[in-house]
């Protein structure tokens, strides 16, 4: 950004629901979503960014044609799409009722027999889906079993600030960061649904602040209301600025990005990625080319 920018983004996290074919469920968590973007509302966000699967997390064992006790190829017509649905719309309703974007993580259907995609709809304060991103980089479960991966990086734009996305196990991957700082973002908001334990779960943590101070961008990573989530939002030279809390209860917090025009860490980043050392190389120097000797 040529000048300094700020936008207040909220980070929810919410409790994920494992059966698509349940209508309750289906409904619970849409009225948990909605509650979470009220409150981000009241608390002055212009964005407000849950995790993957918060309609609806479909879990590999309750799609499992050949389950519950093995993973077999999911069986997608256990899914209740109208509930879904409606419950996709309801939230964008409420979007544009309060003028708030809405970066939720769904299941987006294909054309069958294809399977769907792992998806994050971007739902505009006008109520309307302004894009979606597809997961890319699957488990092993997910591209043999369950999704149809996505094929390229999404990014949008509010009030001047640009976003992109990052969905699922994707935050073990540089590229996928690397990607976005080469198309200019400010934020990357990436939603998991956890794999569960304390372990993994604190290395999805300790990547995401490790992309953010790499990259020096904002990193908002959104999971699962549970003890051992790591959502929270990073700031870019790898700090936590906001950190929802570790007690299992639905919950939203808030951080103002920015980006100080004067800071020269992204720059140089992207100098030193340029061949800037090229002409001080010293190919020609026995000294430095002989690697056996003091």
């Known amino acids: 950004m040529s000048e300094t920018r700020t ?59 050949d389950g519950p006790d093995r993973v077999g190829p999911a069986r997608w017509d256990r899914f209740d799409w109208e509930v879904h649905r409606r419950e996709l719309t309801a939230t964008a309703a409420l979007a544009g009722e309060l003028g708030i974007w809405v970066v939720l993580g769904a299941v987006h259907r294909l054309t069958g027999p294809r399977r769907p995609h792992n998806s994050l709809y971007v739902i505009s304060d006008r109520g309307r889906v302004a894009t979606r991103y597809d997961e890319r980089m699957l488990s092993n479960t997910k591209v043999t079993r369950m999704y149809t991966p996505g094929a390229a990086p999404v990014t949008f734009e509010v009030d001047g600030v640009r976003f992109g996305l990052a969905l699922g196990m994707e935050v073990h991957f540089p590229e996928v960061f690397l990607e976005y700082e080469r198309l200019d973002v400010d934020c990357v908001l ?88 090229d002409p001080h190389l010293a190919h020609d120097d026995v000294r430095s080319g002989d690697r056996s000797a003091f």
């Open 7 to 65: 936008l207040r983004l909220a980070v929810a996290q919410t409790h994920l629901r494992p059966d698509p074919g349940d209508r309750d469920e289906l409904r619970e968590s849409g009225r948990d979503v909605r509650a979470l973007v009220r409150e981000a509302h009241e608390a002055g966000a212009r964005v407000v960014h849950f995790p993957e699967g918060a309609m609806c997390s479909p879990h590999k064992r309750v799609m499992s044609a």
């Open 190 to 277: 990436f939603s998991t649904a956890g794999p569960g334990g304390p372990d993994v779960d604190d290395v999805f943590a300790l990547e995401a602040r490790a992309h953010a101070a790499t990259n020096s961008f904002w990193v908002s990573c959104s999971g699962p209301a549970t003890v051992d989530a790591p959502s929270g939002i990073t700031s870019p030279d790898g700090r936590w600025a906001a950190r929802c809390p570790r007690d299992g209860v639905r919950a939203i917090v808030v951080a103002d990005l920015g980006r100080d025009p004067d800071d020269p860490a992204r720059p140089w980043r992207r100098t030193a990625r340029s061949g800037v050392y």
